[in-house]
């Protein structure tokens, strides 16, 4: 039987680790191919040099990048890894991608790499938050939502 492939965009969150858990309990097959993704927002390296990220590209600081990345995969291993079904004929992909930082572009990478990994569907979690805050901050979930051209569950935590 072929593998089903599933994205599941992450961050460190209790909204994700609770909608990993569903995807678990109500969709995961033994043999589906689990890809989970975090974008780390570039955002992140401007503030170190108190510079705009539109305008500036220094060099990586290698020792900041590492670090990123070494809490990256902390979180994913305590929430998403040790949760992982023991039944599963198949290891989890594990996706770290540096990229933009408003929730479009975020978005967008999710989208793009679905799509090159032939994905059978993206499941993700929508976090809970006001209007007022969607406002300003977009929502990485509704953008899927609306650009994706493959099927998204959204597992919604209320």
Same mark, same amino acid.
């Not at 994205?7 to 994700?16: A, G, L, N, R, Y």
């Not at 290698?62 to 992982?84: P, Q």
């Not at 004929?89 to 408003?102: L, R």
């Given at each position: ?80 890894? =040790? ?28 989208? =793009? ?27 990485? =979930? ?17």
């Amino acid at each position: 039987m072929a593998s089903r492939v599933i994205v599941f965009p992450v961050d460190d969150s209790d909204d994700s680790q609770r909608s990993f858990d569903w995807l678990v309990a109500n969709l995961f097959k033994e043999t589906d191919e689990i890809h989970l993704i975090h974008v780390i927002p570039r955002l992140a390296y401007a503030t170190t040099y108190v510079a705009a990220a539109v305008d500036f590209n220094p060099g990586i600081d290698r020792n900041k990048y590492e670090a990123t990345v070494h809490k990256v995969e902390e979180f994913i291993v305590k929430r998403f890894l =040790s949760r992982y079904p023991e039944s599963s004929k198949t290891t989890p992909f594990v996706h770290i991608i540096k990229s933009e930082t408003d929730s479009g572009s975020i978005g967008h990478v999710i989208c =793009s790499k679905a799509e090159e990994l032939h994905a059978a569907c993206v499941v993700m979690g929508n976090h809970v938050k006001g209007p007022v805050r969607e406002f300003f901050m977009g929502s990485v =979930s509704n953008y899927i939502m609306k650009h994706c051209k493959l099927p998204v569950l959204i597992a919604r935590n209320i």
